[in-house]
C-alpha cells in the first residue's frame, strides 16, 4: 500500500517458501510432546521509487490455541495482521531480525532476548508493547487485500489477560534492556506482541509489528537448559562479526565469548555480554582468515 493520505493498494506480492524445517525448542525434552516448524518466506520485490514510501500487509487465519486468547466454539478463530513500512527511496534501511517464538517453564523465571539482533544501520530501535493484530477469519484465511488499506482490528483477550498481562495475575512479563522476564504460571501457549519504531538521527524511519509466542511447559529435564547451541555467525561490517545464539530456558547471569584462529589449539576469552543477552560483536579481527568461536553461558 502507498503509505500517503490514500493508503490505496500498490501491488500484490505472492512469496515463495523456498526453506521450512521442523526445530527443536525442548531441548532433549522428548516429555514436553512440541512440534514446531520454522520456514522462511522470500521474495525481492521492486518499487516505484516515491517520497512517502510503502506499507507491507499480511493478514492469514488461524492462530494455535492460546491460553490468554478467546478461542472459537471448537477451534481458534483469531488470525494475524503484520505490517511494516518501507521508508521513502532516498532512505536506505535494513529491519533487525527477531526471534518469534519460545519454550517457558511454569512457576519459574525465563529470560528472553528476541530484541538483542543488532539493527546493521545503527539506528535506534524502540520496543513497546501492543495488543496482536487480528486478520483474517476461517471463512476467509487468506483475504484478497482491499483496495484501501484495511483498518486496524486487535485480538480479544480471555478474562483476566491483558496485552500487558499475556499471563494473567499471577504470571510476569518484564521489559528491562531489551531483555524480557517471563514467568507463566500454567501450560500451554500464550501470545503477545510489540511495535518495533526505528529511529534515525532522531526520525522516526520505519515500524513493523513483532507478534510473539511462549510454550510453556512442565519442565522434566533442566540439565541442558543453560547450553547454549546454534551459534551462528554473520558478517556485520568490515573486520566485525556479529554472533548470536540460542538456548533454552536463558537462567544465566551472562556468556562469555572465546575465539581462536584456526591453527590455534586454545581459545582467547573476547570478554562478556552485557547480562543475558544472547549476542556479540566481535570487533578486534586484525587480518583476513579462519576463526572459530564459542560461547559459554
Same mark, same amino acid.
Request: hydrophobic share 30%; with cysteine; glycine share 6%.
Given at each position: 500500500?502507498? *503509505?500517503?493520505?490514500?493508503?490505496?493498494? *500498490?501491488?500484490?506480492?505472492?512469496?515463495?517458501?523456498?526453506?521450512?524445517?521442523? /526445530?527443536?525448542?525442548?531441548?532433549?525434552?522428548?516429555?514436553?510432546? =512440541?512440534?514446531?516448524?520454522?520456514?522462511?518466506?522470500?521474495?525481492? /520485490?521492486?518499487?516505484?521509487?516515491?517520497?512517502?514510501?510503502?506499507?507491507?500487509?499480511?493478514?492469514?487465519?488461524?492462530?494455535?490455541?492460546?491460553?490468554? =486468547?478467546?478461542?472459537?466454539? @471448537?477451534?481458534?478463530?483469531?488470525?494475524?495482521?503484520?505490517?511494516?513500512?518501507?521508508?521513502?527511496?532516498?532512505?536506505?534501511?535494513?529491519?533487525?531480525?527477531?526471534?518469534?517464538?519460545?519454550?517457558?517453564?511454569? $512457576?519459574?523465571?525465563?529470560?528472553?532476548?528476541?530484541?538483542?539482533?543488532?539493527?546493521?544501520?545503527?539506528?535506534? =530501535?524502540?520496543?513497546?508493547?501492543?495488543?496482536?493484530?487480528?486478520?483474517?477469519?476461517?471463512?476467509?484465511? $487468506?483475504?484478497?487485500?482491499?483496495?484501501?488499506?484495511?483498518?486496524?482490528?486487535?485480538?480479544?483477550? $480471555?478474562?483476566?489477560?491483558?496485552?500487558?498481562?499475556?499471563?494473567?495475575?499471577?504470571?510476569?512479563?518484564?521489559?528491562? $534492556?531489551?531483555?524480557?522476564? /517471563?514467568?507463566?504460571?500454567?501450560?500451554?501457549?500464550?501470545?503477545?506482541?510489540?511495535?518495533?519504531?526505528?529511529?534515525?538521527?532522531?526520525?522516526?524511519?520505519?515500524?513493523?509489528?513483532?507478534?510473539?509466542?511462549?510454550?510453556?511447559?512442565?519442565?522434566? #529435564?533442566?540439565?541442558?537448559?543453560?547450553?547454549?547451541? #546454534?551459534?551462528?555467525?554473520?558478517?556485520?561490517?568490515?573486520?566485525?562479526?556479529?554472533?548470536?545464539?540460542?538456548?533454552? *530456558?536463558?537462567?544465566?547471569?551472562?556468556?562469555?565469548?572465546?575465539?581462536?584462529?584456526?591453527?590455534?589449539?586454545?581459545?582467547?576469552?573476547?570478554?562478556?555480554?552485557?547480562?543475558?543477552?544472547?549476542?556479540?560483536?566481535? @570487533?578486534?579481527?586484525?587480518?583476513?582468515? /579462519?576463526?572459530?568461536? @564459542?560461547?559459554?553461558?
Amino acid at each position: 500500500y502507498n *503509505n500517503d493520505s490514500t493508503n490505496t493498494l *500498490n501491488q500484490i506480492i505472492s512469496l515463495s517458501l523456498p526453506l521450512k524445517s521442523f /526445530i527443536d525448542l525442548s531441548c532433549g525434552d522428548s516429555t514436553s510432546n =512440541l512440534c514446531v516448524e520454522w520456514g522462511l518466506y522470500q521474495e525481492i /520485490i521492486t518499487v516505484t521509487p516515491n517520497t512517502e514510501g510503502f506499507i507491507l500487509l499480511f493478514q492469514t487465519c488461524c492462530r494455535n490455541p492460546s491460553v490468554n =486468547l478467546i478461542q472459537g466454539s @471448537s477451534f481458534p478463530d483469531q488470525g494475524f495482521d503484520l505490517r511494516c513500512t518501507i521508508p521513502p527511496t532516498a532512505i536506505s534501511n535494513d529491519n533487525p531480525p527477531s526471534e518469534y517464538i519460545r519454550l517457558a517453564c511454569v $512457576n519459574k523465571t525465563t529470560y528472553w532476548d528476541p530484541f538483542s539482533s543488532r539493527d546493521y544501520d545503527g539506528d535506534s =530501535l524502540v520496543y513497546r508493547a501492543i495488543k496482536p493484530h487480528n486478520g483474517g477469519s476461517t471463512a476467509n484465511p $487468506n483475504p484478497l487485500p482491499p483496495q484501501t488499506l484495511p483498518e486496524l482490528k486487535t485480538v480479544i483477550y $480471555n478474562s483476566g489477560y491483558s496485552y500487558l498481562s499475556p499471563f494473567g495475575s499471577g504470571g510476569t512479563l518484564k521489559v528491562r $534492556n531489551n531483555v524480557i522476564e /517471563i514467568m507463566p504460571t500454567s501450560i500451554g501457549q500464550y501470545d503477545f506482541a510489540f511495535l518495533v519504531e526505528e529511529y534515525r538521527a532522531g526520525q522516526l524511519i520505519s515500524t513493523h509489528n513483532i507478534e510473539l509466542a511462549i510454550l510453556a511447559v512442565e519442565c522434566n #529435564k533442566v540439565a541442558m537448559f543453560n547450553v547454549p547451541y #546454534k551459534l551462528q555467525a554473520t558478517r556485520f561490517s568490515h573486520c566485525k562479526t556479529h554472533l548470536s545464539w540460542r538456548n533454552c *530456558n536463558n537462567q544465566v547471569d551472562k556468556y562469555e565469548v572465546f575465539r581462536r584462529e584456526e591453527e590455534d589449539s586454545s581459545f582467547s576469552s573476547l570478554g562478556y555480554t552485557d547480562g543475558p543477552l544472547r549476542s556479540f560483536i566481535d @570487533s578486534s579481527i586484525s587480518q583476513n582468515g /579462519i576463526y572459530i568461536y @564459542s560461547v559459554e553461558g
